[in-house]
């Protein structure tokens, strides 16, 4: 694919609560909320991370092309439309990463290219 990944400049609102709700299935709810306004706060840190790294250190398995979500962000990046930064949470050793919302996102970007650098906050 010869597409190129544009990126929003900052997240959209209802990423953040995306990231809650997400977060408060593999944690409390008190520190899922503590995360979103860490993740909110950082907003303006952004850094940039690989597709391929962000899979591996999150343990997470790259998601088919055919997937439906990962296959409607493709689409949208062939439309040339932005896609939105993804929200990271650094965990544990067991768990060293947690994707808190951009899970399809970040595997449509492999796709296109494994090595595309993502914009993130990373809290």
Do not use: F
Request: proline content about 5%; some cysteine; glycine content about 4%.
């Amino acid at each position: 694919m010869a597409w190129v990944v544009k990126w929003l400049p900052k997240p959209e609102e209802h990423d953040y609560a995306a990231a809650e709700d997400y977060l408060s299935l593999v944690m409390s709810a008190k520190r899922a909320g503590e995360h979103r306004q860490k993740l909110a706060a950082a907003a303006g840190e952004m850094t940039h991370r690989k597709a391929k790294d962000i899979l591996r250190a999150s343990g997470l398995d790259l998601l088919d092309a055919t997937n439906k979500h990962v296959a409607s962000d493709l689409a949208k990046v062939a439309r040339g439309e932005p896609l939105s930064p993804i929200l990271l949470v650094r965990g544990t050793r067991r768990r060293p990463l947690i994707v808190a919302d951009g899970y399809h996102r970040v595997c449509a970007s492999y796709w296109i290219d494994e090595n595309t650098n993502i914009p993130c906050i990373l809290v």
